[in-house]
């Protein structure tokens, strides 16, 4: 039975007239988040499919006894003890998460200084933070909660286990080795927040902070040497002056705490380790070190690890360079290589972000979930105790529904120190009262489409497991391409004998990927003004269209398609309220007018927000009455031009914002509503049906609250992200990614867009981790694809394989919605792509620095 709770929305009383006056909907409060589970720190998973993080996967049985794993393979128990069946089902180590800010009671960053070594996260620590819990739910058992970065120079970590809701102590991983944050480049210079207010202010300033503070401790040191060696000899000195900064830089120069820095270049990275070893002291690890790879002999000759992020990129220009095959380049020399989350939303799917490895530079599964569970361990101290499935160790585990690295699994139950921490439960009720699959009808466009022994070049894909999308798979395939279109598709069509045969023979093809949402070809890097045309100044800019101002050459753009996006809806994500117009766009071309195949598909709103909590309203807010206002006299305006032409009367005075939004506001052309709480979203909802729009909500994180008043409008909903955080305290932990399903099961028309303008390219994972949450595989698959052009209008042309539509097709090692199966071909229009972008050649240029010489 689903509990319910009465919501505190106040549904607008004139803008929603017709809907109830509250909304029921799932909830989570801390007792229901309390594990019904329990072991006492004791108990067997029988045969469980052990994924140790040391050797291969085996079935076989775990013996855990007070809070610590006791043995492994076929194991006997007394009578009456907890057996837990684990058949069918996959037992990993615990993540740990080698760079997090969670569980921390106030900021983390003492940042009115550039040498804060004397603060300590373990000050203060907050047990009852529900980011614990909600990382538990990923898998994740133990953190280390860094100071932030604002300093050369920062404060001293705190290593923990996942205790949520108990005494700040406990928290506490005991016997974990003393750390200190220290960061490079941007952040200690303030560049982007507020540069120049305070030394340092450039990277030369950044070290002169290392060799000033390391001088003076060494001073420091020195000093109290001193006064030890006076006393020794009987005298009765005056003790130094105790500075606890100081102190903490002796502790690092006597070996006493770690380094662990924050760092992104490859000529600071350098720098650093180059200090320590001028000043006799080892960088434990590299944070982040995005451009590891480029010094990666350095690195391995200093001795350091190295943590960093699995695809993050061009959020500022020291991120730039970086490669998702980082984490592996630098395993693969030989050092400790971890990937990280330095994110509350990140860290619940760490296992996934380990798998990218696999995906993009090949890397071993065993290796790669070692990325987030036993080489972190090793970098913290503490792999004696955690981090893999090996007798002795803490019964730090995980049990999932499926493989620890596939997107499509995810957590069942996690344990620390024996106990269960977390436990999952379906408030959705997706399990028990699942969404449907729809059958899909197509209509024939085969009529008249064939072979043209006079037509352009013909390419073969031969032996593949077809997937259509609207009608069933079948091994063993064929697909035929000419012209732009598909004009064969079966088990076993004629090959016209001049056709470029591919055998594809073990591999997967698929419908190419379309990306919704996005601000492809609008920007490059995030933090650079001058690369940013994400959005417009001076409030409602209708007339802004994105085409002509698509940058063809973007590296975002071939980044893209390496992932299976053949397709894209790009336009401005910030602005307005009345944003502008979109367009869509084919990942290939040299110019703008090459990219684009539909201008002005859609005007983007950002619809006024209407808080949760809002007092009952008797009238519709002042920002909502403007819009309104907006749409009325774009539509008299139209009328007064349509008269005018009809009576050959003078034509009015031209307003171009008026003339844009007419034919939206007439319902001529669909309108993107960007509403994101459920609030907003009723008033959204309402405003479409009142102005008689062709609307499609954007976003909604908070459909699945009032997905009833959502379907019975009939609107359809581009919800996202999937990879995302609850809106608030007692929203279920997988909200989120149950959305998608709750929107399916209810019937209303639904695609998926990934609400990440660095990369879109990983929107068909967010349509797995719905999929692992309760979305029926077709409906995550169609949701990218077939649903996605269906939005678009386009559904005619792109998003399924049939005879006679464009041959947007890609092929994969895998399911598409695995992130470990690699694009191993994408065909846009029939032309086969490039794969390689500037992150491919990076990884080839640097890795040939490693090789011997």
């Known amino acids: 039975m689903i509990r319910t709770l009465l919501s505190s929305f106040a549904f607008l009383a004139l803008a929603v007239p017709t809907l109830r006056a509250y909304g029921e909907h799932p909830f989570e409060t801390d007792a229901l988040r309390k594990p019904e589970l329990v072991t006492h720190g004791s108990c067997v998973i029988r045969n469980v499919t052990i994924h140790s993080a040391v050797g291969p996967a085996r079935v076989g049985d775990v013996l855990v006894q007070d809070g610590k794993i006791r043995a492994l393979g076929a194991v006997e128990v007394a009578a009456g003890a907890l057996v837990i069946d684990g058949t069918g089902k996959h037992l990993a180590p615990g993540v740990v998460d080698c760079h997090s800010h969670i569980a921390v009671a106030d900021d983390v960053n003492e940042g009115t200084l550039s040498i804060t070594a004397d603060c300590d996260i373990s000050d203060s620590l907050n047990p009852d933070d529900l980011s614990i819990y909600r990382a538990l739910a990923g898998g994740v058992t133990t953190a280390r909660l860094l100071h932030g970065s604002a300093n050369a120079i920062g404060g001293r970590h705190e290593v923990i286990k996942l205790k949520w809701h108990g005494p700040a102590a406990d928290l506490v991983f005991r016997g974990a080795p003393e750390g ?298 064929t697909v035929v391409m000419q012209d732009g279109r598909i004009v064969a598709l079966g088990t076993n069509p004629p090959i016209p004998a001049n056709a470029t045969v591919i055998d594809v023979g073990g591999q997967d093809v698929w419908p190419g990927i379309i990306a919704l949402g996005t601000p492809l070809g609008l920007f490059e890097i995030s933090s650079i003004a001058g690369t940013d045309d994400q959005g417009e100044i001076g409030g409602d800019q209708p007339d802004l269209r994105a085409a002509s101002s698509l940058a063809a050459d973007s590296a975002h753009i071939p980044v893209t398609r390496t992932n299976g996006i053949t397709r894209a809806q790009s336009g401005p994500i910030s602005g307005g309220p009345l944003r502008g117009q979109s367009c869509v766009i084919r990942l290939a071309g040299d110019t703008w007018e090459e990219l684009l195949v539909r201008d002005r598909d859609m005007l983007h709103v950002e619809f006024p927000r209407i808080a949760n909590d809002a007092k009952k309203r008797t009238e519709k807010s002042d920002a909502v009455k403007a819009l309104e206002k907006k749409f009325e006299e774009a539509r008299e305006y139209a009328r007064v031009v349509d008269e005018a032409a009809r009576l050959g009367l003078p034509r009015p005075a031209f307003d171009p914002r008026k003339a844009a939004l007419a034919p939206y506001a007439r319902g001529q052309g669909r309108v993107a509503l960007h509403a994101d709480n459920a609030q907003t979203i009723l008033a959204a909802v309402a405003f479409a049906r009142e102005q008689k729009l062709d609307a499609v909500l954007y976003e909604a994180r908070e459909a699945w609250k009032v997905v009833d008043v959502i379907a019975s409008e009939k609107i359809p909903v581009v919800v996202g992200p999937v990879l995302d955080m609850p809106t608030e305290d007692y929203a279920p932990y997988d909200a989120p990614y149950a959305n998608a399903a709750v929107l399916a099961r209810a019937g209303v028309p639904f695609a998926i867009e990934s609400a990440d303008a660095e990369n879109p390219r990983n929107v068909a994972f967010h349509a797995a981790m719905a999929c692992a949450y309760g979305l029926p595989r077709v409906e995550a698959l169609r949701s990218i694809t077939y649903y996605a052009a269906r939005m678009l209008g386009m559904e005619n042309d792109v998003g399924s394989l049939a005879v006679g539509k464009v041959a947007d097709v890609i092929v994969t090692r895998g399911d598409v919605l695995e992130v470990a199966a690699p694009v191993t071909y994408s065909f846009i229009d029939g032309v086969q792509q490039d794969l390689s972008n500037r992150q491919t050649q990076l990884y080839e240029r640097w890795k040939k620095r490693l090789a011997p010489r």
């Not at 390419?459 to 395939?477: K, N, Q, Y």
């Open 180 to 477: 200190v944050k220290f960061a490079l480049g941007e952040n200690p210079k303030r560049s982007n927040s507020s540069p120049g207010s305070r030394f340092p202010d450039t990277r030369m300033g950044v070290e002169a902070i290392f060799e000033r503070g390391f001088t003076r401790a060494n001073e420091y040191r020195a000093e109290w040497k001193a006064f030890a060696a006076a006393r020794a000899r009987g005298e009765d000195p005056a003790p130094p002056r105790r500075d606890v900064r100081l102190e903490a830089l002796a502790g690092i120069l006597d070996g006493k705490i770690d380094v662990h820095s924050h760092c992104y270049r490859a000529d600071e990275i350098v720098m650093l380790l180059r200090v320590a070893e001028r000043y006799g002291f080892k960088v434990k690890t590299l944070q982040h070190v995005l451009e590891g790879y480029k010094v990666a002999k350095e690195i391995l000759a200093h001795g350091a690890g190295t943590s960093t992020f699995a695809d993050s990129w061009a959020y500022k220009i020291e991120a730039y360079d970086a490669i998702p095959q980082n984490a592996a380049l630098l395993d693969s020399v030989g050092i400790v290589s971890s990937v990280n989350s330095d994110s509350d939303e990140i860290m619940r799917r760490l296992d996934t972000e380990a798998a990218k490895s696999v995906r993009y530079a090949g890397l071993d599964p065993v290796r790669a979930l070692a990325l987030v569970t036993l080489n972190p361990a090793k970098q913290l101290g503490i792999d004696a105790r955690t981090g893999s499935i090996e007798v002795g160790k803490d019964a730090d585990l995980v049990l999932f529904d499926g493989d620890p690295l596939s997107s499509l699994a995810k957590p069942l139950w996690t344990m620390v120190d024996g106990e269960i921490q977390f436990q999952r439960r379906d408030a959705f009720e997706l399990e028990s009262k699942p969404a449907p699959t729809p059958e899909l009808v197509e209509p024939d466009r085969s009529n008249g489409v064939a072979w043209n022994p006079n037509g352009g070049p013909t390419i073969a894909l031969v032996g593949g497991r077809i997937h259509p999308v609207t009608s069933p798979d079948f091994e063993r395939g």
